[in-house]
């Protein structure tokens, strides 16, 4: 009969964010060793009074038996009876709206697996997402570079290793702003894993606002689709009082035009803020400023064989001439941020793991 | 006529963007997408887009994500052409 593990393998608590912010929900995966010997958690020696000042009533199930005091003369972090050092750490940066979503099994596996292979991974919804205060028409994009940062923060200081981040989509994009924005010294500078990065955020802006479109088309095509908050398909009269309930068909020019007039535009069941739309349209990969980390950005396509969009392509090659230090990687495998039935992209988590193992 | 390479290209693109698995192997040039495909939500309607601008450098006009250009494989085929051309 396998034994129980010693402790639970996730620990979900609420981090107090900045003033007048609420907190953010968190899950935090500890490095686990292999034999389920138990979790063990390194702290930088000097550090643990304050971790457990920031984690107070938000931890409780964490003991201090379960942390090893790291001697801040040795540059290792635990070793004890086996179990698996903390080989780094990384913050997983979810993606936008609908997309953070459809990728939450991806982000639990990612998480899991690396934890198994020995990293603390922190995940964070983003103000106004998920579990987190805020409404999602009160996000913008400072917030959430203040919430990475502090994310950064907390977790360097439960493990005192360089911390990375791993970011899926538009969560990419945040990564590398929030490394720029929060540089760490040389020794503490953790990778950036970017999955499915954004080259653009203008043409990303417009795909997002053309979910409206979209929905309105599905609800005059044959077979009623369910969208959030709608009514199931009807017959007759019914259907002809749906139809005054369906979504208005404004393409993404009329809805630019109503967020450069200031207003909030509902979209999907997000209500949009002109501020953080406006943050999204000036993304841009080709002129983003590059950060020290080393940078692995991972597409998911049809075949690791296909060729790479021209887009994408130029993004990759912008980043290069402007010295960062990138490796590019292609695995096959499902959108699964994007697809209806909750999809997995295994190559996409061996691609991952194989990649920070291989980090200098 | 639809070239018999857009039509290959674009099941493939189909069924990575929407995630079909072996259905995608059964697509046909007069397989009804927009309504009878029920993974083409809202999502998948923009996520194909998306794909098709991507994968075909071409540049999609809002009018242009219509009944009309989804209503099959094949009539989705015949518009990519036209961008393409």
């Known amino acids: 009969m396998p034994a129980a593990p010693a402790c639970s393998p996730a620990w979900p608590f609420f981090l107090p964010a900045a003033e007048g912010t609420g907190a953010r929900f968190c899950i935090y995966h500890a490095p686990r060793s292999g034999a389920g010997a138990g979790q063990v958690v390194s702290i930088a020696a000097g550090a643990a009074e304050i971790a457990a000042s920031l984690n107070a009533d938000i931890v409780p199930a964490i003991t201090p038996a379960t942390f090893v005091a790291v001697d801040s003369s040795s540059s290792d972090s635990a070793s004890i009876h086996g179990e698996v050092p903390c080989r780094g750490a990384l913050v997983m940066v979810h993606a936008f709206a609908e997309e953070m979503n459809r990728s939450r099994r991806m982000f639990a596996m990612q998480a899991r697996a690396l934890a198994d292979a020995g990293f603390a991974v922190l995940l964070m919804d983003l103000y106004g997402c998920g579990d987190s205060s805020g409404d999602f028409g009160q996000a913008r994009w400072d917030i959430w570079l203040a919430d990475l940062v502090l994310a950064r923060q907390w977790l360097a200081l439960r493990t005192g290793m360089p911390v990375g981040f791993l970011g899926l989509r538009l969560g990419a994009s945040l990564a590398l702003q929030a490394a720029v924005q929060d540089p760490q010294p040389a020794g503490m500078v953790g990778p950036l894993i970017l999955w499915q990065p954004v080259p653009r955020g203008d043409t990303y802006l417009t795909q997002f606002l053309r979910l409206q479109q979209a929905a309105y088309l599905l609800s005059t095509a044959g077979t009623e689709v369910a969208l959030p908050g709608s009514a199931p398909a009807g017959e007759g009269e019914q259907a002809t009082t749906l139809a005054s309930a369906r979504p208005d068909g404004e393409g993404s020019a009329a809805l630019r035009k109503r967020l450069l007039a200031g207003q909030c535009v509902e979209v999907s069941g997000y209500l949009l803020a002109p501020a953080l739309a406006a943050s999204i349209d000036a993304l841009n990969m080709a002129t983003v400023a590059i950060p020290h980390n080393p940078i692995y950005w991972l597409d998911i396509a049809v075949d690791e064989s296909t060729p790479i969009a021209a887009a994408r392509q130029r993004s990759i090659e912008s980043l290069e001439r402007a010295g960062a230090r990138l490796r590019f990687r292609q695995v096959r495998g499902p959108a699964f941020w994007a697809s209806q039935e909750i999809a997995e992209a295994p190559a996409l988590l061996a691609a991952t793991l194989e990649l920070l193992g291989n980090a200098p | ?85």
């Open chain 2, 1 to 85: 006529m639809t070239d018999l390479s857009t039509l290959e290209l674009l099941k493939s693109i189909l069924g990575q963007a929407l995630n079909l698995g072996e259905r995608q192997h059964a697509l046909q040039v007069d397989s009804e997408l927009l309504g009878a495909l029920p993974e083409l939500d809202s999502m998948g309607v923009i996520h194909v887009v998306a794909a098709l601008e991507e994968q075909f450098d071409i540049s999609v006009d809002d009018e242009e994500i219509s009944a009309e250009t989804f209503a099959t494989l094949g009539s989705l085929a015949s518009y990519v052409e036209a961008k393409t051309a």
